[in-house]
C-alpha cells in the first residue's frame, strides 16, 4: 500500500465520520422535536386509560387508606397526649375531600362531561 492510498484513506474515513456525525446531528435536532411530544402524548393517554379502568378497585383503596391516616393521627393524639400539628391536619383534610370526590364522582360525572362538551 502506498503513503497516498493510506492518506486517502484516512480522509475517506474522516469524511464518512464526519457526514454520520452531521446526519445524526441533524436528527436529532429535527426528529425529536417531533417525536417525543407526540410518544409523550401517547404514553400519558394509555396511563390516563388504565387509570380508568382502575377506578373500581383504586378507589376502595384510596378510603382504607384515607382511613387508616385519620387512625394513626388519633392513635398518634392519643397516645402523646398532644393534638396534630395545623399541617397534619391540612393534609389529611385534603385528603378526604379528594377521596370524597373520587368516591362520589360517578353521581355527577355525566353532567360534567355534559357541562364541559358546550
Known amino acids: 500500500m502506498t503513503e497516498a492510498h493510506a492518506q486517502g ?3 475517506a474515513s ?3 465520520v ?3 456525525t452531521a446526519a445524526l446531528a441533524c436528527g436529532v435536532c429535527c426528529v425529536l422535536p417531533f417525536a417525543v411530544p407526540a410518544a409523550f402524548l401517547g ?8 387509570f380508568a379502568e382502575a377506578y373500581r378497585w383504586l378507589t376502595p383503596i384510596a378510603v382504607v387508606a384515607v382511613g387508616a391516616g385519620w387512625t394513626w393521627v388519633g392513635y398518634q393524639s392519643w397516645r402523646t397526649r398532644r393534638s396534630p400539628a395545623h399541617s397534619t391536619l391540612l393534609v389529611m383534610t385534603f385528603a378526604t375531600i379528594m377521596m370524597v370526590a373520587a368516591w362520589i364522582w360517578p353521581m355527577f360525572e355525566s353532567t360534567v362531561i ?3 362538551g358546550r
Request: charged content about 5%.
Open 9 to 11: 484513506t484516512k480522509a
Open 14 to 16: 474522516a469524511v464518512a
Open 18 to 20: 464526519t457526514a454520520s
Open 43 to 50: 404514553s400519558i393517554g394509555g396511563v390516563l386509560a388504565w
Open 114 to 116: 355534559a357541562f364541559v
